[in-house]
């Protein structure tokens, strides 16, 4: 088993976990809706459509905070396991710049 002083000599730290999604965004989808949302902004601001945007929040009480040992450079990230939460939504129109929130 490795002591404290033996992890520090094969370059490891003591520090927070990060936590985090199940999965990482992929960066193609990040640009296609870039590009989509691009789209649909030319043609709310002609008229055609009626663009409303939409996001969603959940909060809950659970804070761990979680410290391992993990190799200089790399980053340990656990999926957060929810407990009892809230959530919010919020819209937006483009043409209305009110926001309109409703918590579930």
Do not use: C, H
Not at 9 to 18: A, E, H, S
Not at 22 to 43: H, I, P
Not at 59 to 69: G, H, P, Q, S, T
């Amino acid at each position: 088993m490795d002591t404290e002083e033996n992890l520090e000599k094969k370059d490891y730290l003591w520090k927070r976990i990060k936590l985090g999604l199940w999965k990482k965004t992929d960066e193609d989808e990040k640009e296609f809706a870039r590009q989509d949302l691009a789209e649909l902004t030319t043609k709310a601001d002609r008229g055609e459509i009626e663009l409303v945007y939409f996001d969603q929040s959940g909060f809950n009480l659970w804070a761990k905070v979680v410290y391992a040992w993990q190799k200089r450079g790399e980053r340990i990230t656990v999926p957060v396991s929810k407990g009892k939460s809230s959530n919010v939504l919020g819209f937006m129109l483009r043409s209305l710049p009110k926001v309109f929130i409703v918590r579930l």
